[in-house]
């Protein structure tokens, strides 16, 4: 099991900017230790004008492919589970993401953005998820919010893993935590 201290959980509501702490993290910590072996993925927005139209998974190294869409592309996207108005298109999710979640005796940090519904209708993600927690290697990742005040059952699981570290974004804190974390994931790479 992760030591104590070693998963950092990021959590808050929907655009509050989960995505974008990771990426600054992930930024400062690749300028500050260059040679830091990072895998892993984050999603982000495709919008088209001003209408968000679907999520991409982007690798740590750059490499991209559909999340989910609203736009309907081929027959098969038609039997792609939902959520909300979104397709999820789980065969791509999984040919980016799981590679990205293997333990490797060399990786120093792993990235989830995220652990939420999406990404959880893939049967392999979650098993992968609980491999990196368990391989010991420090873990920086994104769960939503509950939704009526119930979480899903993976986030419930990763929350309440006694090496977890909840850090609730909003909008007048996300600098703060920030900071926070990069410098608690400074300390912990550098004695690693």
Not at 4 to 12: D, E, I, N, Q, R
Not at 54 to 77: K, M
Not at 80 to 102: C, H, I, Q, T
């Amino acid at each position: 099991m992760a030591a104590a201290g070693k998963c950092f959980l990021v959590t808050g509501s929907p655009g509050v900017g989960k995505t974008t702490l990771i990426i600054r993290v992930l930024d400062a910590l690749k300028q500050f230790i260059p040679s830091l072996k990072i895998q892993g993925f984050y999603t982000r927005e495709v919008r088209e004008g001003c209408d968000r139209v679907g999520f991409e998974v982007v690798t740590v190294d750059g490499r991209r492919g559909p999340l989910a869409s609203t736009i309907i592309t081929s027959r098969e996207s038609h039997k792609w589970p939902n959520v909300g108005r979104y397709k999820v298109d789980v065969s791509s999710f999984e040919s980016l993401a799981l590679p990205e979640l293997e333990v490797k005796e060399d990786t120093d940090l792993f990235i989830i953005d995220e652990v939420g519904k999406m990404e959880l209708f893939s049967a392999s993600f979650f098993p992968a998820v609980l491999r990196v927690l368990e391989s010991n290697i420090p873990l920086l990742a994104t769960v939503p919010v509950p939704k009526s005040g119930r979480d899903i059952p993976g986030v419930a699981r990763l929350k309440n893993h006694p090496g977890a570290t909840i850090y609730t974004l909003n909008t007048s804190n996300r600098d703060a935590m920030k900071e926070q974390i990069y410098s608690n994931l400074v300390d912990l790479l550098q004695n690693h």
